[in-house]
């Protein structure tokens, strides 16, 4: 099982990934460009995991060489995709964005 992010690959550039938890690696496939290398992180490798609850969830994935960022596609279930990274046995932060309009003074 797995979910399609556009992970951020430059300044205002994103690519659609496939996100995929395979023997403790995060494994990112390409989705339009199947020449693209995919993108495999070993668990060993992964200091820590952030999600971010929105409207539409976001990842941060810190390894030892290099930060991957993504947003997941729209209807992505969140609790899933915390199940998912479970599998990894590495530390992930959640965070719950608030709706600006539900702030009360």
Do not use: W
């Amino acid at each position: 099982m797995g979910y399609e992010i556009r992970l951020k690959t430059g300044f205002f550039e994103t690519r659609r990934y496939h996100l995929s938890v395979i023997e403790e690696q995060l494994i990112l496939s390409p989705v339009e460009n199947s020449a693209e290398a995919k993108i495999i992180i070993p668990s060993d490798d992964i200091l820590e995991i952030i999600l971010t609850k929105k409207r539409i969830p976001e990842i941060k994935v810190q390894a030892r060489d290099k930060s991957y960022d993504g947003v997941f596609t729209a209807g992505t279930d969140f609790d899933e995709v915390c199940g998912l990274l479970k599998r990894l046995k590495k530390t992930i932060v959640y965070k719950y964005a608030m709706n600006p309009k539900e702030v009360r003074p």
